[in-house]
Nanobody
Framework: QVQLVESGGGLVQAGGSLRLSCAAS??????MGWFRQAPGKEREFAAA????????YYADSVKGRFTISRDIAKKTVYLQMNSLKPEDTANYYC??????????????????WGQGTQVTVSS
Protein backbone atom coordinates (compact mmCIF):
# COMPACT_ATOMS: atom_id res chain seq x y z
CA GLN A 1 0.00 0.00 0.00
CA VAL A 2 1.57 3.28 -1.12
CA GLN A 3 1.21 6.28 1.14
CA LEU A 4 2.66 9.77 0.97
CA VAL A 5 2.49 11.69 4.24
CA GLU A 6 3.34 15.37 4.36
CA SER A 7 4.32 17.33 7.45
CA GLY A 8 5.89 20.64 8.40
CA GLY A 9 3.24 23.12 7.37
CA GLY A 10 2.14 25.98 9.59
CA LEU A 11 1.80 29.71 10.03
CA VAL A 12 4.80 31.94 9.39
CA GLN A 13 5.40 35.63 8.86
CA ALA A 14 6.47 36.99 5.50
CA GLY A 15 10.21 36.58 5.07
CA GLY A 16 10.28 33.50 7.25
CA SER A 17 11.08 29.88 6.47
CA LEU A 18 9.44 26.48 6.67
CA ARG A 19 10.61 22.98 5.81
CA LEU A 20 8.09 20.50 4.48
CA SER A 21 8.67 16.75 4.55
CA CYS A 22 7.03 13.97 2.58
CA ALA A 23 7.57 10.39 3.71
CA ALA A 24 6.74 7.61 1.27
CA SER A 25 5.79 4.14 2.38
CA UNK A 26 5.45 1.02 0.28
CA UNK A 27 8.15 1.73 -2.30
CA UNK A 28 10.83 4.11 -3.53
CA UNK A 29 9.99 6.57 -6.31
CA UNK A 30 12.46 7.91 -8.81
CA UNK A 31 10.60 11.19 -9.31
CA MET A 32 8.74 13.11 -6.64
CA GLY A 33 7.30 16.57 -6.65
CA TRP A 34 5.58 19.28 -4.67
CA PHE A 35 2.47 21.07 -5.87
CA ARG A 36 0.42 23.74 -4.17
CA GLN A 37 -3.16 24.90 -4.31
CA ALA A 38 -4.44 28.22 -3.03
CA PRO A 39 -8.16 28.76 -2.34
CA GLY A 40 -10.07 29.20 -5.58
CA LYS A 41 -7.07 28.38 -7.73
CA GLU A 42 -5.80 25.41 -9.69
CA ARG A 43 -3.20 23.11 -8.20
CA GLU A 44 0.16 24.25 -9.54
CA PHE A 45 3.64 22.81 -9.80
CA ALA A 46 6.23 24.05 -7.32
CA ALA A 47 9.25 21.73 -7.46
CA ALA A 48 10.37 18.23 -8.40
CA UNK A 49 13.36 15.98 -7.94
CA UNK A 50 14.39 13.07 -10.14
CA UNK A 51 16.75 10.15 -9.70
CA UNK A 52 19.40 9.31 -7.17
CA UNK A 53 21.52 12.12 -8.57
CA UNK A 54 18.77 14.52 -7.69
CA UNK A 55 18.06 16.57 -10.80
CA UNK A 56 15.79 19.37 -9.63
CA TYR A 57 13.09 21.45 -11.28
CA TYR A 58 11.34 24.59 -10.02
CA ALA A 59 8.48 26.84 -10.94
CA ASP A 60 9.64 30.36 -11.75
CA SER A 61 7.61 31.68 -8.82
CA VAL A 62 9.69 29.75 -6.27
CA LYS A 63 13.09 29.53 -7.96
CA GLY A 64 15.82 30.91 -5.75
CA ARG A 65 13.67 30.70 -2.62
CA PHE A 66 12.65 27.03 -2.42
CA THR A 67 14.95 24.01 -2.43
CA ILE A 68 13.82 20.43 -2.97
CA SER A 69 15.97 17.57 -1.69
CA ARG A 70 15.65 13.92 -0.79
CA ASP A 71 16.93 11.24 1.56
CA ILE A 72 16.60 8.03 -0.42
CA ALA A 73 17.30 5.79 2.57
CA LYS A 74 14.44 7.41 4.48
CA LYS A 75 12.20 7.58 1.37
CA THR A 76 11.63 11.20 2.24
CA VAL A 77 11.53 14.34 0.13
CA TYR A 78 11.92 17.81 1.60
CA LEU A 79 10.95 21.29 0.49
CA GLN A 80 12.90 24.05 2.18
CA MET A 81 11.01 27.29 1.74
CA ASN A 82 12.80 30.56 2.46
CA SER A 83 11.85 34.21 2.02
CA LEU A 84 8.20 33.23 2.14
CA LYS A 85 5.60 35.62 0.75
CA PRO A 86 1.86 35.89 1.44
CA GLU A 87 1.25 34.60 -2.10
CA ASP A 88 2.95 31.33 -1.09
CA THR A 89 -0.07 30.61 1.13
CA ALA A 90 -1.58 27.33 -0.07
CA ASN A 91 -2.11 23.70 0.69
CA TYR A 92 1.09 21.92 -0.35
CA TYR A 93 0.85 18.42 -1.80
CA CYS A 94 3.53 15.80 -2.27
CA UNK A 95 3.31 13.69 -5.43
CA UNK A 96 5.12 10.67 -6.84
CA UNK A 97 5.54 9.04 -10.26
CA UNK A 98 5.04 5.29 -10.21
CA UNK A 99 6.27 4.95 -13.82
CA UNK A 100 8.92 7.02 -15.50
CA UNK A 101 7.52 9.92 -17.50
CA UNK A 102 9.37 12.60 -19.41
CA UNK A 103 7.53 15.44 -17.70
CA UNK A 104 7.58 16.57 -14.10
CA UNK A 105 5.56 19.81 -14.12
CA UNK A 106 2.03 18.55 -14.80
CA UNK A 107 -0.40 17.00 -12.37
CA UNK A 108 -0.91 14.28 -14.96
CA UNK A 109 2.74 13.24 -14.60
CA UNK A 110 2.05 11.86 -11.11
CA UNK A 111 0.16 8.81 -9.90
CA UNK A 112 0.25 9.17 -6.13
CA TRP A 113 -0.64 12.12 -3.95
CA GLY A 114 -0.47 12.98 -0.29
CA GLN A 115 -3.26 14.61 1.68
CA GLY A 116 -1.57 17.99 1.81
CA THR A 117 -0.20 20.29 4.48
CA GLN A 118 -1.30 23.89 4.92
CA VAL A 119 1.18 26.74 4.68
CA THR A 120 -0.02 30.20 5.68
CA VAL A 121 2.20 33.24 5.29
CA SER A 122 1.05 36.39 7.06
CA SER A 123 2.00 39.86 5.88
Amino acid sequence: QVQLVESGGGLVQAGGSLRLSCAASGRTFSTMGWFRQAPGKEREFAAAIRGSGGSTYYADSVKGRFTISRDIAKKTVYLQMNSLKPEDTANYYCAAQSIVRSGVRSRDDYNYWGQGTQVTVSS
